[in-house]
């Protein structure tokens, strides 16, 4: 994934931001199923309210209308464009740092890995807030009739967050969100860089549009297998706050549901993000063609 050199950091964090707000515009109604998904508690009788990711999209566009599925859409937008642009923009940067930049080769994985970890956690501690506005939105589900919604949208959802619980609150959930997205950005971008550099070596291989799907494909797969659990547990925090803290929450969701209750939601989970990475990394690739191309 090395970034031509005539591409500078703003540049690639355009680049990034942009793909990684269409990749959010286009599947986020699969992350709202996939919320709803992880959020669901075990009913007394042992039926679930939501089966599945077409049955849950299915449910909520029947009971709350399909604008319904695009719920969080806003911060959202402002997650992926504050996350999305650091974590990549700062990526090859960080990577030099750790190699040297006068390195020539192959990176290792490990110099990879720690690279993305780095770069996911400074990212999501800058974007957290957008997190948190998100998840709460996405939550809420259809009301009983006279009962009003805790936010009336994106910008209501900010100002009363911190007038009723503090500007602290905003980053409730910090740490294992930084859990999360560094563990999921080291399983993303160093997968995907590495994937696409072992097809790379393949005879017959070039830097195209298969390529970039094949390795877009690996990136979600790795990250949903390596950060489902830090994910559902995230989600858990920042919908609810019956929780104390995230060994808490840990120890709840396992007494009260068992450890799969931290693979809550996979398939969604993997069905979001697989097609998530594969339409960012496309629209990452393309527009860093278009930006060396235009200015050069």
């Not at 806003?74 to 923009?89: A, D, K, T, V, W």
């Not at 006279?146 to 910090?174: H, M």
Request: glycine content about 10%; hydrophobic content about 45%.
């Amino acid at each position: 994934m090395a970034n031509p050199p005539e591409i500078s950091f703003a540049g690639i964090f355009a680049c990034s931001a942009f793909a990684a707000c269409l990749a959010e515009l286009c599947t986020i109604p699969l992350d709202t199923a996939k919320v709803r998904l992880q959020l669901q508690k075990r009913a007394p009788s042992g039926e679930s309210k939501y089966r599945g990711l077409l049955g849950t999209v299915a449910m909520i566009a029947k009971e709350e209308g399909l604008c319904a599925l695009w719920k969080g859409i806003i911060p959202g937008l402002h997650r992926q464009f504050l996350y999305g642009g650091l974590r990549i923009g700062l990526y090859e940067p960080v990577k030099a740092m750790f190699v040297g930049s006068s390195y020539v080769g192959d990176v290792s994985i490990f110099s990879k890995i720690l690279a993305a970890l780095v770069t996911g956690a400074i990212a999501i501690s800058v974007a957290n807030p957008t997190d948190l506005v998100k998840v709460r939105l996405q939550a809420e589900g259809k009301l009983p009739s006279g009962v009003p919604r805790r936010y009336t949208g994106a910008l209501n959802a900010y100002y009363t967050i911190v007038k009723q619980e503090g500007v602290v609150s905003l980053w409730t959930g910090l740490g294992p969100n930084i859990a999360r997205n560094a563990i999921i950005n080291a399983a993303e971008l160093a997968s995907y860089d590495h994937v696409k550099e072992t097809i790379l070596n393949i005879p017959g291989f070039t830097d195209n549009v298969l390529t970039q799907v094949l390795a877009g494909l690996g990136a979600g797969f790795f990250a949903v297998c390596i950060g489902s659990p830090v994910d559902v547990v995230k989600s858990r925090m920042m919908g609810d706050s019956i929780y104390k803290g995230t060994l808490d929450c840990c120890f709840k969701m396992l007494k009260t549901e068992g450890l799969f209750a931290f693979y809550k939601g996979f398939f969604p989970n993997f069905g979001r993000l697989g097609s998530w990475n594969v339409l960012m990394f496309l629209t990452f690739e393309q527009a860093k063609i278009f930006n060396s191309v235009k200015f050069v």
